[in-house]
């Protein structure tokens, strides 16, 4: 079945890194965009990143950008998430999500927690 599995998150001080882990299996990995969202307490969720099937292209968050660093390995069905610089208003759920890029099939990981504070 149709599984995307975050891993990564925890506790972190301002100022400090995080890298987020994404595994896909039960679908065809290489023909999706896939996408970090974050939701805070309260908040909508909101796209923090995205990056094309074949890793062309990337998208960033204007709140995200130049700390942020999306990347994926089709090899091995991973997604990647780099955060540098971290602020207490990065403090969320963050969420992998695939989307055939030609539409139609989108599918949800459960979350990993991560928490920026002194």
């Known amino acids: 079945q149709v599984q995307l599995v975050e891993s990564g998150g925890g506790l972190v001080q301002p100022g400090g890194s995080l890298s987020l882990s994404c595994a896909a299996s039960?679908?065809?990995?290489?023909?999706?965009?896939m996408t970090w969202y974050r939701q805070a307490p309260g908040k909508q969720r909101e796209l923090v990143a995205d990056?094309?099937?074949?890793?062309?292209?990337?998208n960033y968050a204007d709140s995200v950008k130049g700390r942020f660093t999306i990347s994926r390995d089709n090899a091995k069905n991973m997604v990647y998430l780099q955060m540098n610089s971290l602020k207490p208003e990065d403090t969320a759920v963050y969420y992998c999500?695939?989307?055939?890029?030609?539409?139609?099939?989108?599918?949800w990981g459960q979350g990993t927690q991560v928490t920026v504070s002194s």
């Open positions: 999500h695939a989307a055939h890029w030609r539409g139609g099939a989108k599918y």
């Open positions: 039960g679908f065809t990995y290489s023909s999706y965009t």
């Open positions: 990056i094309t099937s074949a890793g062309g292209s990337t």
